[in-house]
């Protein structure tokens, strides 16, 4: 209701694109509408088109969400892949 005097307001759920971004290939996984599970979905090969390929891809599957895996090492610093991740 918004005045604080009922039960909070349902946020409703969005889907989640999860990407692990290599060099050569952007692994993808989408999570569930209740957002219990991601499931893996198309690896794409990094050959130009992939962003708008992710593009289409979002508006079609009405994602909500893009979270980009930091791969970083054992200790926790960032090494090369992570770095290229964050660019």
């Given at each position: 209701?918004?005045?604080?005097?009922?039960?909070?307001?349902?946020?409703?759920?969005?889907?989640?694109?999860?990407?692990?971004?290599?060099?050569?290939?952007?692994?993808?996984?989408?999570?569930?509408?209740?957002?219990?599970?991601?499931?893996?979905?198309?690896?794409?090969?990094?050959d130009g088109v992939e962003i708008p390929r992710l593009a289409e891809w979002i508006a079609r599957e009405e994602i909500g969400e893009v979270v980009v895996g930091l791969p970083l090492n054992m200790d926790g610093s960032q090494g090369p892949s992570a770095r290229r991740s964050l660019e």
């Open positions: 209701r918004g005045d604080g005097s009922g039960p909070p307001a349902q946020e409703s759920n969005v889907r989640i694109l999860a990407l692990d971004v290599g060099e050569k290939t952007v692994g993808t996984a989408l999570c569930d509408e209740l957002e219990i599970v991601a499931n893996p979905r198309e690896t794409l090969k990094r």
